[in-house]
């Protein structure tokens, strides 16, 4: 598979909001009730079909705690999509998630796509983030929106697939390197270089 065809995609979020398990239910098809605290990061690989395409997802899932802040911030480079993830249940998670997309703002590459997951729809009587209050922030930031479950599986797959679709289709349309501007690059490397030397005598 080409490198072209590859997508780094990230899971971002408060800590606990769930996101090893909707990585987890994702690669694994299963729901792990007990996960301990990433520590940094983890990814892993799959493989799915964008426009009858072979394409693979690196899926970084980063630590929410705010003492790996500064560790997660390096993995935002070269980014395709990321997920914002916040908890249903813990109206904390959904008040944070502004900061999250400030921070992808100023980390991120400008084209990556972003998408906001409230996540553990499945404890209703626990809700504390409304559906609408979800939609509403989505809006205002610019972004797509969906909610769903780790534990019931309800749009996981579809998350990860909108998320690889509109990559995928970014990655598509921006024009490919010839050997024109491959040389034109070096001559400007090597222009740049002589200057400084010409400036340090």
Not at 44 to 49: A, D, T
Not at 61 to 69: C, H, L, M, P, V
Not at 167 to 191: D, G, M, Q, V, Y
């Amino acid at each position: 598979m080409s490198k072209e065809n590859t997508l780094k995609l990230l899971l971002i979020g408060s800590g606990k909001v769930g996101k090893s398990t909707i990585l987890l239910r994702y690669c694994k098809g299963k729901f792990f009730e007990t996960i301990g605290a990433t520590v940094g990061v983890d990814f892993r690989f799959s493989n799915i079909k964008v426009n009858n395409e072979n394409v693979k997802l690196q899926i970084w899932d980063t630590a929410g705690q705010e003492r790996f802040r500064t560790i997660t911030g390096s993995y935002y480079r070269n980014a395709h999509g990321i997920l914002v993830v916040y908890d249903v249940t813990d109206e904390e998670t959904f008040d944070q998630v502004e900061d999250w997309v400030k921070e992808i703002y100023q980390n991120a590459p400008e084209d990556c796509v972003i998408l906001l997951f409230g996540n553990k729809t499945d404890l209703v009587d626990l809700r504390e983030v409304s559906k609408e209050a979800g939609t509403n922030l989505a809006e205002r930031m610019n972004i797509t929106y969906l909610e769903g479950s780790a534990k019931s599986g309800e749009n996981i797959s579809n998350a990860f697939q909108i998320l690889a679709e509109r990559s995928f289709k970014k990655i598509k349309k921006k024009p490919k390197p010839t050997k024109e501007t491959k040389k034109k690059t070096l001559k400007n490397i090597t222009f740049e270089e002589e200057k400084k030397q010409k400036k340090c005598c």
